[in-house]
């Protein structure tokens, strides 16, 4: 592989680049790159979304290069105000650390341990003491912050930004300082961020990394951000058939996306799946299909592919039940003077996220007990045990 052709596949998919050339010159000094990415571990799961730059941050791996994976345990108790329009609910810190055992065994799904540097802001975040703090501050103005498109909004809105989410910038900027990173890989949506990053390195004597962004995968919805707080979100650990059937709800518009960022399919492919898509009609359906294979063997295997594929046709095209449905036993706990709670029972199956997301479910005629729609919240002991429940279009449990 050329020098030319090394630099074509770590460019691949990249939305924004600052600086291409300074990249060149970096990779031509012949060393391993401190390549750095912070997630701030804010939910159980890892998403095709994180996995986005994930990915890319395996592509620096694969050539030679160091990945530091910053875990966010201190900046995600601040709250990443990136393209919110109002203050986010700050976390505990015994909240965020069982957020980062859940996903640091994820990451690994993706990333290399044998070039894999993986670090805690707190680290160096949490010892500072206010005349530190004060150092960091005086790098950055108002006027400079009040550039982003989120912070000028609500700036001219009359909506309350907080002075801690002005800090959240120049925290994760002060993660690259403190790595001594020569590429720093996000969203498009975290491009300031980053160039706070390079600011900040070239006022404590560091050469400013290169940023680079790779563009956000819309959810399930197809509008929003993929994001676990919106339920629209594909997990990459997610039983095979229901990845599956997951990926066959997007809308056809997101087929070629989906291929190109959640995919390691080569640009020929994706672009053929994403004509066919745009086609519309059997040949979309059939782009879908390949892309979904394509997710599901990236992650499961062939053999896992092509089971969820057949699940997928037996649940829906031949109206059956699908095979191996977990049986288990009613629980006392959710019983009440003969009546089933089933907002405690569904989230305690884990069939729903929480008693909240249960009741929505149920409201929107979600809930199914042997094919019937559940209207109610309480139902008859008599109407549960022994029945099959079906929550969304893929998760069933039998009662026994």
Do not use: C
């Not at 691949?12 to 390549?35: I, K, S």
């Not at 809105?157 to 996000?186: C, K």
């Not at 199956?349 to 479910?361: D, F, K, N, Q, V």
């Amino acid at each position: 592989m050329t020098a030319d052709d090394g630099l074509a596949r770590l460019l691949r998919r990249a939305e924004h680049v600052v600086r291409e050339e300074d990249l060149r010159e970096r990779l031509a000094e012949g060393r391993p790159l401190r390549v750095k990415l912070g997630l701030d571990p804010t939910a159980k799961d890892v998403t095709l979304g994180w996995a986005v730059p994930l990915r890319k941050l395996r592509d620096f791996q694969d050539a030679g290069h160091t990945a530091v994976l910053i875990v966010g345990d201190f900046t995600a108790r601040i709250g990443d105000p990136s393209g919110k329009s109002e203050t986010r609910k700050q976390l505990s810190a015994d909240e965020v650390r069982g957020y980062a055992d859940a996903v640091l065994d994820q990451f690994k799904d993706i990333l290399s341990e044998e070039n894999l540097e993986v670090r805690y802001n707190s680290e160096w975040l949490e010892p500072m003491d206010l005349s530190d703090i004060l150092r960091l501050t005086s790098h950055y103005t108002v006027a400079q912050m009040l550039e982003r498109d989120d912070f000028s909004k609500r700036f001219g809105d009359n909506r309350p930004i907080s002075l801690i989410e002005f800090m959240y910038p120049l925290a994760q900027g002060y993660d690259s300082v403190a790595v001594e990173a020569d590429v720093e890989l996000g969203g498009t949506d975290q491009l300031f961020n980053l160039l706070v990053g390079r600011d900040l390195q070239r006022a404590y004597g560091q050469r400013p990394q290169i940023a680079m962004t790779m563009p956000l995968l819309e959810g399930l919805d197809g509008v929003q951000k993929m994001s676990q707080s919106l339920d629209n979100y594909v997990g990459i650990r997610e039983e095979p058939a229901e990845m599956f059937g997951k990926l066959m709800s997007i809308p056809d518009e997101l087929v070629g996306k989906y291929a190109s960022l959640a995919t390691e399919l080569p640009g020929s492919e994706v672009d053929a799946l994403a004509g066919a898509a745009a086609a519309g009609g059997p040949e979309a359906g059939r782009a879908k299909r390949a892309m979904g294979r394509a997710v599901v063997e990236l992650y499961h295997g062939a053999e896992a592919a092509a089971g969820a594929e057949a699940a997928f046709d037996r649940q829906f095209r031949e109206r059956k039940e699908p095979e191996d449905v977990p049986e288990v036993a009613l629980p006392d706990d959710v019983i009440s003077n003969g009546v089933v709670s089933m907002p405690k029972l569904l989230a305690g199956m884990g069939l729903a996220s929480s008693r909240g997301e249960a009741r929505r479910l149920i409201a929107q005629g979600g809930v199914r007990i042997d094919g019937d729609r559940v209207a109610d919240e309480e139902v008859p002991v008599e109407r549960v045990r022994g029945t099959l429940v079906q929550v969304g279009r893929r998760r069933f449990v039998r009662i026994g």
